[in-house]
C-alpha cells in the first residue's frame, strides 16, 4: 500500500478541531530514519530521502519486512482514543490510560464523514473491513495464529492470510436493519433474513432441555444480548448472505489443516472423537429417552400384518 504522507500530521504537530464532534477512523503509522520514503513522478515512485510517499508491504508473517501501518481503529471522539493510544499506563490526575497500543506510532490520519446510524455502524462496517483489506500489525483482528502460521508457511504461498479470515459479505444497509430488530426483537426479521435452525431431534421432535436458539436476542437467563456481540455471534453465522460463503469457507480451512498440518488434524480428529464419547455420556439420559420414543414411534408406523 503506497501511502501519502501529506494527509497525515506528526504526533509532534497535530492539529485538532475541538467543535468537531463526528465519529471518525483513524490511522496510525511509525515512520522513522531507517523508513524508505519515494517521490512519484507520472504513476511511477523513485526513491528519495525528501520523498512524502511511504510503502507499507502488508502483513509478514516472517516479520523480517518492518511495517508502517500499526494500527485502524474507530471512536465517537478520535481525539480521545488517539490519547488513550498514546499515553497508556501513564496517569493523570490520578487517572490512568488503560486500553491502547502505546506510542509506538509517529504519523495519524483521521477520517470523518462516515454514514452514522443509530448504532455505531463504522465500528462494525467500515472499521471490519479497513482492517481486512489492510491487515494492520497490531490490530487483534489481523493478528495470526501459530496454527494459522504453520498452514501459510507450508502451502509455500498457495494460502494467503485472506484465504483464512472468516468471510464477511454484508453491507452497512443489511447491520442497520438487523438493529433496527434486534431493538425491537422482532422474531419476523429472524423467519426472513436466517437460515432455519432446528432445535428438536428430526426422528422424535424432543428438545435437549439445554439446548438453545442461538439466533434469538436473548441469553438462557434470559438478559438481553449486547447489539455487537449479537452481530458476531448470530448475524455473522446465520445470515442468509454469509451462510453460503461461511460453509465453503470452513471447508476449506479444514483441508488446509488436512493438507498442510496433518499432526494437528489428527489431533482434531481425536479430539472429536472423544468430544462425541463424552458428549453421549453426559447426555446419556436423554439419549435414552429420545431412543426409546424413537423405536415406539418406529413400531407405530409398522403395518398391521394380515
Not at 524508505?36 to 510503502?55: A, T
Not at 477520517?111 to 490490530?139: A, C, Q, S, W
Not at 508457511?153 to 434486534?182: C, I, M
Not at 470452513?250 to 498442510?260: E, H, M, P, Q
Amino acid at each position: 500500500m503506497i501511502i501519502n504522507l501529506d494527509k497525515f500530521q506528526s504526533v509532534k504537530n497535530f492539529k485538532v478541531d475541538f467543535t468537531d464532534s463526528r465519529p471518525g477512523i483513524y490511522f496510525l503509522l511509525n515512520i522513522n530514519e531507517k523508513t524508505k520514503r519515494y517521490i512519484r513522478s507520472g504513476n511511477e515512485y523513485f526513491e528519495n530521502k525528501y520523498g512524502n510517499y511511504v510503502i507499507d508491504h502488508g502483513m509478514d508473517i516472517t516479520e523480517r519486512i518492518p511495517r508502517v501501518l500499526r494500527y485502524i481503529g474507530e471512536s465517537s471522539i478520535p481525539i480521545t482514543r488517539l490519547a488513550d493510544h498514546y499515553f497508556i499506563g501513564q496517569r493523570v490526575d490520578n487517572s490512568q490510560f488503560k486500553k491502547g497500543i502505546g506510542p509506538v506510532f509517529t504519523h495519524i490520519r483521521v477520517i470523518k464523514g462516515f454514514k452514522r446510524f443509530e448504532y455505531d455502524t463504522i465500528r462494525l462496517h467500515h472499521e471490519r473491513l479497513l482492517v481486512r483489506k489492510y491487515l494492520p500489525e497490531l490490530n487483534q483482528a489481523s493478528q495470526l495464529t501459530d496454527n494459522q502460521k504453520i498452514i501459510i508457511l507450508n502451502s509455500e504461498g498457495k494460502v494467503t492470510p485472506y484465504d483464512l479470515l472468516k468471510p464477511y459479505l454484508l453491507h452497512a444497509r443489511d447491520l442497520f436493519k438487523a438493529y433496527q430488530a434486534w431493538e425491537k426483537e422482532d422474531m419476523k426479521y429472524i423467519e426472513e433474513n436466517f437460515i432455519e435452525y432446528k432445535l428438536e431431534r428430526p426422528s422424535t421432535g424432543l428438545i435437549h432441555p439445554n439446548k438453545r436458539d442461538p439466533r434469538l436476542y436473548r441469553d438462557r437467563k434470559g438478559k438481553k444480548i449486547n447489539f455487537g456481540r449479537w452481530v458476531n455471534d448470530s448475524v455473522l453465522l446465520y445470515h442468509k448472505k454469509q451462510i453460503e460463503a461461511a460453509k465453503v469457507w470452513s471447508g476449506s480451512v479444514k483441508s488446509f489443516i488436512k493438507k498442510y498440518d496433518p499432526d494437528r488434524y489428527e489431533t482434531n480428529r481425536i479430539k472429536n472423537k472423544e468430544y462425541t464419547r463424552n458428549s453421549y455420556v453426559k447426555n446419556r439420559e436423554f439419549n435414552i429417552i429420545n431412543a426409546r420414543l424413537y423405536r415406539k414411534l418406529k413400531n407405530k408406523k409398522q403395518p398391521e400384518l394380515l
